[in-house]
Every structure is written in structure tokens, then in C-alpha cells.
């Protein structure tokens, strides 16, 4: 089996080696930050963004249980709800989370 995240970080290591004063592209710079963000023990780091929620599954995905972590905003799924509200009231995400909280949404239990 292929291990796809230590391949694409080999790649762009040997690639900048061999060319001296090539800046990676954003593509590259995100794939080099979830490879290395997989191989953490723990998560620390929001989950109101895509690219941790990203991180924290292949962490997950690759050992196969529980990984420790600490949100500093929002539980692990969250987006989902947030997004929807956000999108029926025409609010932004921000303006949603406390909506969330007062209709009884146990945010300090889940996180």
C-alpha cells in the first residue's frame, strides 16, 4: 500500500533540493501541514475550519481510535448545524454559535 501523505512530503522535499529557490505552491504548503499535523498525538486547533477537521480525521483514520484533542471553538461536527443555521437565518457562523447554545445545545459537554 502506498503511503500517500509520506510520498507527496518526499516529493516536495527532493523537488526543492534539486531547484534552489522554488516556493511551493499553496497546494503543496497544505498538503506538507495535514501530512505533518496527522502525525501529531494530540489536536489542539479549531474545528470551525475545514483543514483542521481535515487533520484530526486522518489522525483518526490512521490509528484507528480515539485521539486526544482540544477545540478552541467549536465540537468536531459542529459545522454542520452552524453552517445550516447561518444559512437559513442569512447570519454568519459567528452569529450562530450562541443561537446554537441558548436553544440548549450543550456546547462545554461536547467539548
Not at 46 to 53: A, D, G, H, N, Q
Not at 67 to 92: K, M, Q, T, W
Request: hydrophobic letters at 50%; proline letters at 4%.
Amino acid at each position: 500500500m502506498v503511503d500517500l501523505h509520506k510520498t507527496a512530503l518526499d516529493e516536495i522535499s527532493t523537488r526543492d533540493e534539486q531547484e534552489v529557490g522554488v516556493v511551493p505552491t499553496l497546494a503543496e504548503g497544505v498538503l506538507a501541514d495535514l501530512s505533518l499535523l496527522r502525525e501529531c498525538a494530540y489536536f489542539i486547533g479549531t474545528f470551525s475550519s475545514e483543514l483542521s477537521r481535515l487533520a484530526y480525521l486522518l489522525m483518526l483514520a490512521d490509528r484507528g481510535r480515539f485521539v486526544p484533542y482540544v477545540s478552541l471553538d467549536v465540537p468536531l461536527f459542529a459545522n454542520d448545524d452552524l453552517a445550516r443555521l447561518a444559512f437559513e437565518r442569512g447570519i454568519s457562523v459567528r452569529e450562530a454559535y450562541p443561537l446554537l447554545k441558548a436553544a440548549g445545545w450543550d456546547v462545554e459537554r461536547v467539548l
